[in-house]
Every structure is written in structure tokens, then in C-alpha cells.
């Protein structure tokens, strides 16, 4: 009796540690004052704008991740996590409850695989070697109207396999599903990339892209597995091509290098849109448009003629005690069929951060953007200055991860 009980409590112990499983709650809420100078409001008309700003430091979040240990080296893992934003409890990413990512997964020896919605290698990339995310308010907009996805895009129905690490080298493959009937290319994308981390020195390179979506008549809905495809107009004009036409194509490469508590870093992109071939004229016409929308207007970021981009960002970190301070220029340049000059965005971000613990900090920012023949997207969401090629922003807040 007493070795049957022993036994028992043997299996059971083996089997608890066989199949240990672990499940966390996290997240990120940070909000702050926000300010720009010049919003446009009738006509040539501008005024500035203060309020209370959410997602200033980086999009807060709700998420749930889990891990199971399934024995001989092989792990379950998922992920769920949605966005919302705090100045008015909002879901983000179009009320998607969870829609910053949903995947599960498997990990072991031979790297990770995971199913789901999620970012695709572009994101991890831009992490590491753009100034993007560490000022994320301004400097979407100067990034292609984030064309490049330098700021975090997602695509459904995705299958994501990282390589595990072999000596500082990963690399990755991601593919999402169109789902549609009779045609696998239809709102279809495809991505892989590589990284390499040694020491002080880091470089990478990720290519990215989508193919068109199914439109009915002049419907812009976005219902390609890449979501990120909605701020291009390429994408998302009937008009434009046909269903299964790649329509987005982003190269992206970057690199860093650490110099004691200073990190210096660079990273260039490439966007192209294959399906913009119509002409729009020469160029903007200023003196009877005053503001256009970018990603959909002539003479802007990812608009209806906007056939290339070239983006390059250089920017460097400085640590001193409890101290972050951060600096950036980022400029793009932008074909448009049959003008003869480029349009030109130049953004100069400047930035401090203080924390105040482990998970707290607070942080200011600020900016300046200006345009050349083309339309001046803005620096936030909050509006664009119109017929004014120069905008400037204020961000002080603060942030919390738990």
C-alpha cells in the first residue's frame, strides 16, 4: 500500500512538472497632452489644437499570453491582446475587441510557428532599427502614411514561422490567406526577412507584400488579409487593376550599433504601388486645394498617384541614469506619375523620457514636419495644416505597463 502510494505521488509530481502551464494578464495604458499649431479648418484657414491624446508613447493595450510546457522541449503558446484608448475607452484598430493580435502556437528546437492575426517582420525590423516606435505620434505619417509599416501593421489569417537563433542570426517567413473561392492570390500577402545581432552591431532587411482584395463597384473596404493595405490607395481603388494584383511591395533594411549608453541607428525603406499609373497633373495645385487625404488624394503619402517612396530614418538614443533622450530626422521622397519633381517630407523628433520606476515613465515630445510638393499629411491624426507645408506638435504624458 505504502509503495502504491508512493508510485502515485511520483506520477503525479513527474506529471505536473511534464505539463507545466503558465498564464499571464498584461498591458500598457498611456495618454497625455497634445498639442499641434496649425489644423486646417475652412478653406486656407488654420487654428491649433490642445487636448487629451491616447496611444502617445505607444497604443495602450489589454492582453492575455500563456505558455504550456508540453515536455521534450516543446512549448503551446498563445497570445490574445486588443487596443483601446484611454482618453475615451474606445476599442482601437476599427473596434476589433482583440485586435492587436489573436495567434496560438508551438515553440521548440526548430523556432516557432504560430496561426493568427498579427504584425508581420516589417514591425520587427522597424523595432529595432527605426526612431518610428520610440516617438510613434509623429512619425507615422512621414513614413508613407505608414505605407511601410514602420509603426506596426497587421494582416489576418497569417501563418508566422521564425527560425530559432544560430548565433545572433533569425530569420522568418509569414503568409496570409485571402480566403477566397477559386483564387488563392486574391487578397493574398507574403512576407519573410532575416536579422543579425552580434555584440554591439545589429542589422536586418524584411520585404512585405499584399495583393488586392475583391472590390464591388467603387467600394474601398479593405478586405485583404493585410489590414495595413487600407491607408493605400493602390490597394483599395476599384479602378485600379484586378483582384489577385500585388499592390503593395515594402523593402525595408536597418541597422544599429551601440557606443557605450549611446545607440545610434538607421533604417530605409522602400515602397512601391504598381497599380498607380494614372497621371494627376504636374503638381498640387495650391491655390484652390488647400488640404487632401493621404493615402487616397493625388500629390499625397499613398495616394491615387503615388507610384514610389523612398523612406530614410537616422536617429540616435542617450542614456543617462533615469534619462532616455532621443533624437531623429526622417525624410521620404515620393514619385508621382507625370510630375517631374518629387514630393518631399522632412521630420525632425526630439524626445525625453524619465522613469520614474521599472514600469512607469514620463516622456515629452516634440516635432516638427514639413512638406514639398505634396500635401502635408500632419503629424498626428488630429489634423493636417492645410496650405501651410509646415506643422509642429507638442506631447507630455505619461505611461504605465502592468
Given at each position: 500500500m ?8 511520483c506520477?503525479s509530481a ?5 505539463a ?7 498591458g ?11 489644423v486646417t ?30 515536455g521534450g ?20 484598430q ?10 496560438i ?10 496561426m ?26 512621414v513614413h ?17 514561422y521564425?527560425?530559432?537563433?544560430w ?7 509569414a ?5 477566397v ?14 536579422n543579425y545581432?552580434?555584440?554591439p552591431?545589429g ?27 487600407a ?17 503593395t ?6 541597422a544599429?550599433?551601440?557606443?557605450g ?6 533604417e530605409w525603406?522602400?515602397?512601391k ?16 486645394t ?21 523612406i ?12 532616455l533622450f532621443k533624437?531623429s ?8 506619375v ?13 524626445g525625453v523620457d524619465y522613469?520614474?520606476s ?6 515629452g ?16 491624426s488630429n489634423?493636417a495644416p ?9 506631447a507630455?504624458?505619461i505611461?504605465h505597463?502592468?
Open positions: 505504502k509503495k502504491s502510494v508512493f508510485a502515485l505521488l506520477f513527474f506529471g505536473a512538472a511534464h507545466q502551464s503558465s498564464v499571464e494578464i498584461y500598457v495604458t498611456t495618454i497625455g497632452l497634445g498639442y499641434v499649431d496649425k479648418t475652412t478653406g486656407r484657414n488654420t487654428a491649433s489644437r490642445i487636448g487629451l491624446d491616447s496611444g502617445q508613447y505607444t497604443q495602450s493595450r489589454l492582453g492575455f499570453r500563456g505558455t504550456e510546457d508540453l522541449g516543446l512549448k503551446a503558446d498563445f497570445v490574445i491582446e486588443g487596443g483601446f484608448t484611454m482618453d475615451n475607452g474606445a476599442s482601437a476599427n473596434g476589433a475587441t482583440f485586435g492587436r493580435r489573436t495567434t502556437g508551438l515553440k521548440g528546437d526548430f523556432g516557432s510557428f504560430e493568427g492575426r498579427r504584425k508581420d517582420y516589417t514591425d520587427f525590423i522597424a523595432n529595432q532599427y527605426s526612431t518610428a516606435s520610440r516617438m510613434l505620434p509623429f512619425t507615422g505619417k508613407g502614411n505608414n505605407m511601410d509599416r514602420a509603426t506596426g501593421e497587421r494582416a489576418n489569417n497569417m501563418l508566422y521564425l527560425t530559432p537563433n548565433g545572433g542570426f533569425q530569420a522568418n517567413l503568409y496570409g490567406f485571402g480566403e473561392a477559386g483564387s488563392t492570390s486574391t487578397g493574398q500577402s507574403l512576407g519573410f526577412g532575416a545581432e552580434k555584440g552591431f542589422i536586418g532587411f524584411a520585404y512585405w507584400q499584399s495583393k488586392k482584395a475583391a472590390t464591388v463597384g467603387s467600394a474601398t473596404t479593405n478586405t485583404s488579409s493585410d489590414q495595413g493595405a491607408s493605400n490607395a493602390g490597394c483599395n481603388t476599384s479602378t485600379l487593376g484586378n483582384a489577385g494584383d500585388t499592390c511591395k515594402v523593402w525595408m533594411l536597418g544599429n550599433y551601440d557606443i549608453d549611446l545607440t545610434l541607428r538607421g525603406s522602400n515602397v504601388q504598381p497599380l498607380v499609373n494614372a497621371s494627376s497633373g504636374v503638381s498640387p495645385n495650391f491655390n484652390t488647400f488640404s487632401a487625404t493621404a493615402g487616397a488624394s493625388a500629390f499625397t503619402a499613398g495616394g491615387i498617384n503615388n507610384s514610389k517612396a523612398n530614410y530614418d537616422i536617429g540616435a538614443d542617450y542614456k543617462l541614469g533615469a534619462w533624437g530626422v526622417i525624410h521620404s521622397r515620393y514619385d508621382f507625370g510630375a517631374s519633381t518629387k514630393g518631399k517630407l522632412t521630420a525632425v523628433v526630439v522613469n520614474l521599472k514600469r512607469t515613465l514620463l516622456y515630445m516634440l516635432a516638427n514636419l514639413r512638406a514639398s510638393d505634396m500635401y502635408n499629411p500632419g503629424l498626428t489634423g492645410g496650405a501651410d507645408n509646415s506643422q509642429n506638435a507638442l507630455l504624458g505611461m505597463r502592468f
